[in-house]
């Protein structure tokens, strides 16, 4: 059975760093697709990045680029996103997800597999 986790949120300054872990307890990441979603209130959900696993392809979103990178250890089933000069726009919950379908997750922002996401919260 799948179980997405995320884990690594929290409080952060503008300008801090946070690395976002998200790991697959029932089994591997060898989906088509995974990535970031957030969601932050009254705001429509943001797909952040994307893996399209069959080229490695990573896609990111133009508000996170340069800043945020998505890598995965499949050796643990992990996927990870270093967040660097965090800034107060990306305050939000971040759900780790997966999809058989990756034209579905990197472009339409939609996934048949999440987590219960993780509170990222940039303030002063």
């Known amino acids: 059975q799948v179980q997405l986790a995320e884990s690594g949120g929290d409080l952060v300054q503008p300008g801090g760093s946070l690395r976002l872990s998200c790991v697959n307890s029932?089994?591997?990441?060898?989906?088509?697709?995974i990535g970031w979603f957030r969601q932050a209130p009254g705001k429509e959900r943001e797909g952040v990045s994307c893996?399209?696993?069959?080229?490695?392809?990573?896609r990111y979103a133009d508000s996170v680029k340069g800043r945020f990178t998505v890598s995965r250890d499949n050796a643990k089933n992990t996927m990870y996103l270093q967040m660097n000069d965090l800034k107060p726009e990306d305050t939000a919950v971040y759900y780790c997800?997966?999809?058989?379908?990756?034209?579905?997750?990197?472009?339409?922002?939609?996934?048949?597999?999440w987590g219960q996401g993780t509170q990222v919260t940039v303030s002063s």
């Open positions: 893996i399209i696993t069959w080229d490695g392809e990573i």
């Open positions: 997800v997966a999809d058989y379908n990756s034209l579905r997750l990197c472009v339409l922002h939609e996934a048949d597999i």
């Open positions: 029932g089994g591997s990441l060898d989906y088509p697709a």
